[in-house]
């Protein structure tokens, strides 16, 4: 390895002060290049990693070899490996013996690194004697979704591969059998619904043996036809037909009603199962992706369920039976008919595992188009707002191009499929025709004997092109299945205790005791040590990323502790049922949401049963049963979806009105009042002061002066609490408390004065009203 210079901009640069391309060969081509912005111990710094056709480049702006550039020659041996952990991305460089180089960058390059790895990989084959030309590389055609160029004769990204989950199996179907269990005798009844309408219809095609062979031939041959029994063969067909329709009937309504039952519970044990959920796995998910599992997922399990399963049960016990009947009537004849049976089952294995990777990737691929719908019409208003209206519209179109080319590619397959299967079929057909009319001519069967076994062929072929239809929705139903189990499958980092411990009635007393959580691999709070009396306000004050929201969060046990554990009047809050412990804690968040309703369903949220008399009330002392009344329909009057009919203060207002009607014994603010102008939070404070009476309250403030009211305040830093005292105690100590608020009271004095400036230049004379500067 040798180093080349840089220059003092940090550009590569040759012996003579040109830019880095005069370091490279005359006949040294640039295949990828990576920008890295973490250093090895994870400090944020810029640089590059550059691989040509004959060498791995690097540069990084504080490198502590030296500055300038570092060089591997491509060789035999080299590996570059790809690892994420944490958020973070790691490139390694090895060869036989040791690590040679290590670079870090956050995941936001990881696809841009996984194509130099990709490339990596290649110019190392391509060292290797007998390999093909790098310019062949030039014209390989791009992944759609990373733009990574694809492997000869191949259309999948290894690249995207990587990041793929496991394979969906169609076993995955038969996990439904939990939701149909209790559907189980009504599906005998539909299985035998189905085997005897199938029967019905097996019986026409045997009664053409009499009619012709016994009627239709000796008439052509000049015998009369006799009309008793033409009518009993007649009403044969006749008596068949209407069997067959209403045993189909009834087995259709039978198997309809129960598939729709089971789609129903499906999707409603889905969505229970996505409540008991935590907080932390709502964190990595898309809101439209969840709305696509719950919905379109097990409409798609539904229908196959109702429509499709009932058909191939259908299919495969008429191919059975007609089989059966094939060989009773010529067995010779029936081998004959089953010649393209091979064929066909080898096209449906094959196509089979396209059509489940294909539609898993459609499931992805459409979850795209729905979160661009979930991210963009509720941020409708910061979309106008900004003008964006243009770059969404690009947005869902390129979500939407991105569908519809994964969509084309799985429909060549498709496409090709099933004529495929029809051909096989009448390719056969033809078989039997001209093996049945040699069998005529040599007087080993008679002519009604072909024609019904042509019947039955028509009916065999038929289900089994029906049979190859079916694999397209089966492995949709699969693939859907698949999405649904992996919510279903997921356990709720929030347990219920086996045994819960059943609490009527809360005291609030608040113990944390040697209390520790992290975030995956970063301590989030550690060691934290905290008892909190009956009825006791505490106010929470700290730098932004102290701790402070997190500790609320687990006292709510939206998480769990990492280490210690919390009590509540001296049991541990992992004893209770998680419901029955949030009945006693009501929460008024700084940004408050209200559901598409009337105001008085939301104030009534936590309460359902509340009385109209009670709804008032918590709106009186919330101070918002004035600017309720003022509304068109009062209470019953309805707010827009996330409460978009109201000002920020009033939905606060509701807010506090919802937490006061369930009248919890411990109270969390989490900055209620940030958010407002100073009038509006006077109000806000006047309904939080008769909310907090008699409560344990535990308060976060933006404004530390709205906190002077807090028996307590708990000073918090980097997870840790570093000071407990009165406003007036905290300030005489002149410690962390101070210094917050010191510089929050002289930012307030810059902003004053900054205010007033303009006011003194004119620029603010608009926002009074004349003759009142």
Known sequence: MQHLPVNASGVLTGPDGTEWRAVLAPHENVLEALAVDLSADLRFQTGQIVLTDQ???????????????RQWPLAPGLELRLIDHGGVGTLELHDARQRLALWRFTLGAQAQALRLVQRFERQLQRLQPGAVSADDEQTAPLCPSCHTPLPPDSDECPACARAQRPQTSTWVLLRLWRFAHPYRWQLAAGFGLTLASTAATLVPPYLTIPLMDDILIPFQNGQQIDPALVLMYLGGLLLSALAAWGLGWARTYILALVSERIGADLRTTTYEHLLKLSLDYFGGKRTGDLMARIGSETDRINVFLSLHALDFITDVLMICMTAAILFSINPWLALVTLVPLPFIGWMIHTVRDRLRTGFEKIDRVWSEVTNVLADTIPGIRVVKAFAQEKREAQRFHDANQHNLEVNDKLNRTWSLFTPTVSLLTEIGLLVVWGFGIWLVSKSQITVGVL??????????????????????????????????????????????????????????????RNLGFRYGSRSVIKGLELDIRPGEMIGLVGHSGSGKSTLVNLICRFYDVSEGSIQVDGIDIRRMAVSDYRRHIGLVLQEPFLFFGTIAENIAYGKPEATRAEIVAAARAAHAHEFILRLPHGYDSLVGERGQGLSGGERQRISIARALLIDPRILILDEATSAVDTETEKEIQKALDNLV?????????????????????????????????????????????????????????????????????????????????
């Not at 690097?58 to 550039?69: K, Y």
């Not at 307590?712 to 608020?741: F, I, N, S, T």
């Not at 004065?753 to 004349?770: E, N, R, T, Y």
């Open 55 to 69: 060498r791995l480049l690097s540069r990084m702006d504080a490198d502590p070899q030296g500055p300038g550039l």
């Open 451 to 512: 024609t019904a076994f042509i019947a039955y062929i028509g009916r065999f072929y038929g289900r089994l092109d029906s049979m190859s239809r079916i694999v397209s929705v089966t492995q949709k139903a699969a693939a859907g299945a698949k999405r649904i189990f992996d919510i279903l499958d997921h356990v709720s980092n929030v347990p219920d205790p086996a045994q819960p411990v059943k609490v009527d009635k809360v005291q609030g007393a608040i113990g944390l």
């Open 693 to 773: 009476q008699g409560r344990t309250t535990i308060a976060i403030a933006h404004r530390l002066s709205t906190l002077r009211k807090a028996d307590r305040l708990v000073v918090m830093d980097r997870g840790e609490v570093v000071e407990v005292g009165p406003h007036d105690e905290l300030m005489e100590k002149q410690g962390a408390y101070w210094r917050l608020y010191e510089a929050q009271a002289r930012r307030a004095e810059e902003d004053a004065q900054a205010a007033g400036i303009l006011v003194d230049s004119g620029l603010l004379h608009s926002a009074h009203p004349a003759g009142n500067p």
